[in-house]
């Protein structure tokens, strides 16, 4: 059986940390950081997301670090929910044809090993993640074996392919970006609390039992049933055919009835009938959702996971001759191999050793991860590094460190007292910030050909801040560096990533080339100029920047990220409409470091539309770094979160396991209570000295899923900007936002998959524009596409040139456009949509 480990994602601006790939012939395993980014990195490079049977996650636990395991979990979930559903699918057609169906697949299960803290993380999502088709199994935290005896070399975890030591080590300080002190909630302005405490043991003081059950049972498929929530009520609520349960400190057991129970007695009820729900609207029962019980508290993790991993010995060949010369029968021959012994000639015990030539040793690799300074002491000081059979048949070293650590003197003597190694060094000075989605890149760059007003080029870099290692066996991390570990030790460097040649995927077609000549004429003609200006010159703010983040639906894609809108309203402030995971990073990819710098000091207020996880897995890294930057510069300025309050529960319960700066943050449409209705009008008075820009937040309801609003904002300027967020077509969020001067609407389906849209709850285009027209919209963008969109015919074709008064666009990633460039913009779509029909054919 062969195995490979390959580097999966390196730091850039699209994947921040490291994350390696083993693959065998039957398993994949995951070591490393699983930052945002990495799932639609995966999609790519064409590497397996489903099939993977463990993922260890080394540094420490934080969202920055490990963000991108929620979206990694959801991707597997949705895959294997596939695979499912062809495996029923053939089955139809085998009964259908008279023959017997055949066994389904067995559930795949996840196991996620890392340090203290990722449980609480993932039961945090159960606000958002509700009975996903996966079975999860969480190991954190666990005792080191060799801190009770440094002698103790057995393996922490163990299968038929790898044998894995868990590696710890403890940060003397708080793990924070920037050397501060901790702030306080009780500075004026602030709401909420202040951050749990850094306990100096470096562990988290509570027991995460509840967290581990929570997660294992309620948020992913377990024993819990397949209800998407349960409710606190008593006992006296219950009908005779209720399923319940009790809650205990740690977990939950079904709920048997007793006599001497009280009818005040608190139960958990899954509310499956229509009672139950028809209650539960009209308000009349006494409940909360699961989902709004606060986690028990926790403290910031200071432990830091590396691993040493080796693949099983490789038994040595059969020996077929000396079998025969024992007389064994050939149908042992199977049982010999498999280390049992048997029968041979005259009762002779033949054991494997007798017919087995020598094994070949597992050969393995370290992962060794320093965040910071704090953590070098522990680390070289563990004892596994001294132990001849741990690091017996060690090949290579994947250094994974923090900023600055790729020079220190103690890494650097290691490396140099361990020739014997070769040592890949991944850290944000010794990998440069390639492009890390070539396909997204390169569509840009042939947009960019056709509308440069529109479509700019993306930052990157090629090189890297450090200097080209001087010895032979140290080198630098680079997606696609893959080694082959067993049977035979090789080296391949030839699936490396390149470098993109944006300039040469800048090549379109003659035919878009004369469009786009023809478009850029009319955008120009002095005639139209004017009459945009005539009918535009009541709008307010016409300079107001949209920016296209992500365009996608569901998940991330290789060409489209999922949802986020960027809105800069100049001399005002910039805001944010829904934040999928890696919204941060196309901020990064889009603007570079200066420019993200100056949006995150711009960044007034954060609007989530709902809690679908492409919607929002993105906020926690945007937050922690507006408040980083906001640290930096001195400014005490806070930042408004337009949510729900179960979104708002969801992002205190994180902020236990990191500082990202909770706060700093104020919620003008909702209360600090997750089950307490929403406002669905937030005024001056709930800003805070209208330093956000804002003079009024409309919220309306709208059919997708539970709690989803669309969403008004009015800025200072009298600018009104509306955002549907995933919804069917709604009369109400068109009557409440009438006249606005700009329509974000979601757009998931063409009409010919108008059933699609009814029945996933989302719009399709004919629908998404007459919502458009009933609000009378001055300007409309369409944006959250179905993924099949990507390379297929544009579905701008069908929208018309439109008139003057109601200009529609389709969103791009990381297209600009200026709320008074509309019509202009609007010059280029028959060019941009020959350039789609090129690339589909």
């Known amino acids: 059986m062969t195995s490979h480990v390959e580097i999966a994602t390196t730091p850039s601006a699209d994947t921040p940390h490291t994350c390696l790939l083993l693959r065998n012939d039957r398993t994949n395993y995951i070591f490393g950081r699983l930052s945002e980014g990495t799932q639609r990195a995966f999609t790519s490079r064409k590497l397996p997301v489903f099939g993977t049977s463990n993922i260890f996650l080394s540094g420490h636990v934080n969202w920055e670090q490990n963000g991108g395991l929620v979206g990694y979990l959801l991707t597997a979930a949705n895959s294997a929910m596939a695979a499912l559903d062809a495996e029923l699918e053939n089955n139809e057609r085998l009964i259908q044809k008279g023959k017997d169906p055949k066994p389904l697949s067995s559930q795949t299960v996840f196991n996620v090993h890392a340090a203290d803290n990722i449980s609480h993380i993932l039961a945090a999502s159960r606000r958002f993640i509700l009975r996903q088709p996966l079975k999860l199994k969480v190991y954190e935290g666990q005792q080191n074996a060799r801190d009770i005896d440094p002698t ?48 100096k043991e470096g562990r988290v003081p509570s027991d995460p039992a509840f967290a581990r059950f929570v997660t294992e049972n309620f948020v992913f498929n377990g024993v819990l049933g397949n209800s998407v929530c349960l409710l606190q009520t008593t006992k006296g609520e219950l009908g005779p055919e209720d399923v319940a349960f009790v809650k205990h400190e740690s977990s939950f057991s079904r709920y048997v009835p007793s006599d001497t129970d009280g009818q005040d007695m608190t139960v958990w009820v899954y509310p499956t009938t229509k009672e139950w729900k028809e209650k539960e609207k009209a308000g009349e029962l006494p409940t909360q959702y699961l989902e709004h019980v606060a986690l028990p508290k926790t403290g910031y993790s200071q432990t830091s996971m590396s691993y040493i991993v080796k693949t099983m010995d490789r038994r040595g060949k059969f020996n077929v001759a000396a079998a025969n010369s024992f007389g064994v029968e050939k149908m042992d021959y199977r049982r010999l191999t498999a280390g049992q012994s048997v029968k041979g000639k005259d009762g002779q015990t033949v054991t494997p050793e007798m017919v087995l030539g020598d094994s070949m040793p597992g050969k393995g690799f370290i992962v060794a991860d320093i965040p910071g300074r704090e953590y070098l002491d522990s680390f070289f000081r563990r004892p596994e590094w001294k132990d001849t059979s741990l690091m017996a048949n060690i090949f290579q070293i994947y250094w994974i460190l923090g900023s600055g650590l790729s020079t220190d003197p103690q890494v650097l003597k290691f490396i140099q007292d361990h020739p014997e190694f070769r040592h890949i060094i991944s850290s944000p000075e010794t990998c440069p910030n390639m492009i890390t989605h070539p396909g997204s890149a390169e569509l840009q760059m042939k947009l960019h050909r056709i509308d440069p007003d529109r479509f700019s080029i993306l930052d990157f870099n090629n090189r890297t801040q450090a200097v080209a290692p001087s010895k032979s066996n140290v080198t630098y991390g680079r997606t696609g560096h893959n080694v082959q570990l067993m049977p035979k ?51 307010p703010s016409r300079d107001t920047e949209i920016i296209c983040l992500g365009t996608g639906s569901s998940c991330p894609s290789k060409y489209r990220n999922v949802c986020g809108s960027l809105i800069r309203v100049p001399g005002i402030g910039s805001y944010l409409l829904d934040a999928g995971e890696g919204t941060n990073g196309q901020i990064r990819r889009l603007f570079g470091d200066d420019g993200s710098r100056e949006i995150l000091r711009d960044l007034k207020c954060i609007v989530i539309s709902h809690l679908h996880a492409d919607h ?40 236990l396991v990191e500082d990202f700066g909770f706060h700093r943050l104020y919620f003008p449409s909702c209360t600090a209570n997750p089950g307490a209705p929403d406002r669905p009008l937030a005024t001056e008075e709930h800003f805070q000295g209208n330093s956000s820009g804002l003079t009024k937040v409309k919220r309306i309801p709208v059919n997708h899923c539970r709690r989803s609003m669309a969403t008004e ?68 963008l369409l944006t959250h596409f179905s993924q099949r969109y990507v390379k297929a015919r544009s579905v701008s074709s069908k929208l018309g040139s439109g008139s003057q008064e109601q200009a529609v666009l389709m969103g791009h990633d990381f297209m600009r456009v200026k709320l008074g460039d509309f019509q202009k913009a609007a010059c280029f779509m028959p060019a941009i949509d020959r350039l789609m029909e090129d690339l589909a054919s």
């Open 152 to 199: 103790n070399t057995d393996p922490d975890y163990q299968d038929e392919y790898i044998k894995v030591w868990r590696v710890p080590s403890d940060g003397a300080q708080p793990t924070s970006p920037l050397k501060r002190s901790r702030e306080s909630s009780t500075e004026p302005g602030i709401q909420g609390r202040s951050p749990s405490p850094i306990f």
């Open 489 to 539: 030790l090789t080296v391949n460097e030839k699936n490396i990533s390149p470098f993109v040649d944006l300039a040469a995927s800048a090549q379109v077609s003659d035919a878009v080339l004369q469009l786009a000549e023809e478009g850029r004429a009319k955008a120009s003609d002095p005639a139209f100029l004017a009459q945009v200006e005539e009918a535009e010159k009541d709008i």
């Open 616 to 655: 929002h897995l993105g906020t926690v890294t945007v937050i922690k770094e507006w408040y980083n930057q906001a640290v930096s510069d001195g400014n005490k300025s806070n930042l408004a979160i337009i949510c729900n309050g179960t979104f708002r529960g969801y992002l205190e319960e994180v902020s």
């Open 713 to 780: 904002l009015e800025f200072s300027s009298g600018l009104r900007i509306a955002w549907s967020g995933d919804c069917r077509p709604s009369s109400d969020f068109a009557q409440a936002c009438r006249g606005v001067h700009l329509l974000i609407h979601e757009c998931t389906f063409d009409d010919d998959m108008k059933p699609h849209a009814v029945a996933k709850k989302h719009s399709s285009l004919g629908e998404a524009l007459g919502v458009a027209k009933e609000m009378n919209a001055r300007r409309t």
